[in-house]
């Protein structure tokens, strides 16, 4: 996923041509919001989990490596009834620090 930063000029949220798959409802949220802000952070934890199939031949120690679990951090935003989390919320909270640390 690349995301990319732009500017809507003198168009309506409405008139956007979006792909109801991907897009669940569009609003806007003044970048102050964010600026002002910080998300809820939760962390989730993976632990390996293989099929039979998986080519443990091909790793060094095969099946007794030293598999390590993960942590991975989910953001959420509360902005009045949105609820804004994982990969949106992570983008905007990084697009937020961005601009904190280069506009100073």
Do not use: Q
Not at 15 to 26: A, F, T
């Amino acid at each position: 996923m690349y995301p990319y930063v732009g500017e809507v000029i003198n168009t309506k949220l409405e008139d956007l041509k979006l792909n109801s798959d991907e897009v669940d409802r569009v609003f806007t949220v003044p970048l102050k919001f964010f600026c002002k802000n910080e998300p809820e952070i939760y962390e989730i934890n993976f632990e390996p989990n293989f099929k039979e199939d998986f080519p443990f031949h091909r790793i060094r120690h095969g099946k007794n490596y030293n598999w390590r679990n993960m942590k991975y951090p989910i953001y959420f935003f509360e902005y009045g009834e949105y609820n804004i989390w994982g990969l949106t919320a992570k983008i905007t909270h990084n697009f937020v620090e961005y601009i904190k640390k280069n506009t100073k």
